[in-house]
């Protein structure tokens, strides 16, 4: 058994919390994602997760009710660290060791960022949290993503979607649409396909940092794919 990757960064949307129920976190969703990355860190991979908060709340959204765009940044960074806490108990649950970090300080709960501890505490075998985005408004946790799997060196980010894949049009709409095993980066980008938003997208391209987009929900995908499987589709410069 070869193990293909063996730091990877996970990307974790806030919705893909939220399971069936339509909002906030459900236990079932927190259960499963534990058991996945349980999998592979008794393969001895390094973990790290950024996860997002779109099941709480958004920034864009909040302008609807009157609250301005940096605010409701803020606050949506605020959710992600609601959903890190909440993954952290559920790994923990689950048996493995992990550290949560937020790029906003918030040292009662958790660490802040500092890279060389969390570089450390992966090669520990503890599966790191970053929660807080980057900390900056205007941005998202796609870049937020993109900016710490660069700066731990991660392998590849592995983004959890609801999707098997890239595909040439959406797959819901139409009956056609054509899934991509592999694609580049440029591709991507003449095709205006969306993967992720553009600021995360173009940090991967120019670092190469190769990026798989893959069904979090079917439960053997994470393992699959750092065994080397091909599963979703891959992303990289060729
Ligand atoms: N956000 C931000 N800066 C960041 C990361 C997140 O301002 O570095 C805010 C932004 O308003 C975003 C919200 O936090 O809409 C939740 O994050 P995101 O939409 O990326 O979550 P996901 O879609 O992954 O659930």
Partial sequence: MTIKYKRILLKLSGESLMGAQGFGIEASMLKQYAQQIKSIIDLGVEVAVVIG???????????????ERVQGDYMGMLA????GMALQSGLEEAGMYTRL??????????????????????????VVIFSGGIGSPYFTTDSAAALRANEINAEVILKG???????????????????????????????????????????????????????????DNLKKIVLGEKIGTLVENY
Avoid: W
Avoid at 53 to 67: D, H, T, W
Avoid at 80 to 83: G, K
């Fill in 53 to 67: 908060g779109g099941n709480i709340f958004r920034g864009l959204q909040a302008e609807k009710s009157g609250i």
């Fill in 80 to 83: 992600t660290i609601i959903n």
């Fill in 101 to 126: 970090i937020s790029a906003i300080e918030m040292k009662e709960i958790a660490e802040p960022y500092i890279r060389r501890r969390a570089i450390r505490h992966l090669e520990k075998g503890r």
């Fill in 161 to 219: 979607t609801r999707v098997d894949g890239i595909y040439n049009k959406d797959p819901l709409k139409h009956q056609d649409a054509k899934k991509y095993d592999k694609i580049s980066f440029e591709e991507v980008i003449k095709m205006n396909l969306n993967v992720m938003d553009m600021t995360a997208f173009t940090l991967c391209q120019e670092n190469n940092l190769p990026i798989v987009v893959f069904d979090v929900n079917d439960k």
